[in-house]
């Protein structure tokens, strides 16, 4: 099974300047653990998790005056469709992170996550 299989390709973005709290309210509403952060004056998308989120309100920081462009990832690994789920998962336990970026002809595609992964894997012990 491939990355392209398992990623998701409803992405959720958010802009630099989004507040933590106004990211937060969107991942919730679509029960998602991390958000693209687009930055046009990036070379790539950046990331924004929910442990990040988290970590800020474990610093006492105020949710509705962070930013996103503070907090987020912006050395993202990035993966392409065509890795196999088994290379996903070694890049994730490598880096230690739950969610990869997935680009397509220099784009983002998707991202992929720890529960993509298991469902694939929980698919592929079944058959």
Do not use: K
């Not at 595609?109 to 929980?122: E, K, N, P, Q, W």
Request: charged fraction near 20%; glycine fraction near 8%; include cysteine.
């Amino acid at each position: 099974m491939l990355v392209r299989d398992a990623m998701s390709r409803a992405l959720l973005t958010v802009g630099p300047a989004h507040t933590l709290r106004q990211a937060a309210v969107l991942m919730s509403a679509r029960r998602v653990g991390a958000a693209l952060v687009l930055d046009p004056e990036a070379a790539h998308p950046g990331i924004l998790t929910e442990r990040d989120i988290l970590n800020s309100l474990g610093l006492g920081q105020d949710p509705d005056v962070e930013r996103a462009h503070a907090h987020l990832t912006s050395d993202v690994v990035l993966a392409d469709p065509s890795w196999s789920i088994d290379d996903a998962v070694r890049a994730m336990a490598h880096g230690g992170f739950r969610h990869l970026v997935v680009l397509e002809g220099g784009e983002p595609a998707g991202i992929v996550s720890v529960r993509d992964v298991l469902r694939c894997l929980s698919r592929r012990s079944t058959t």
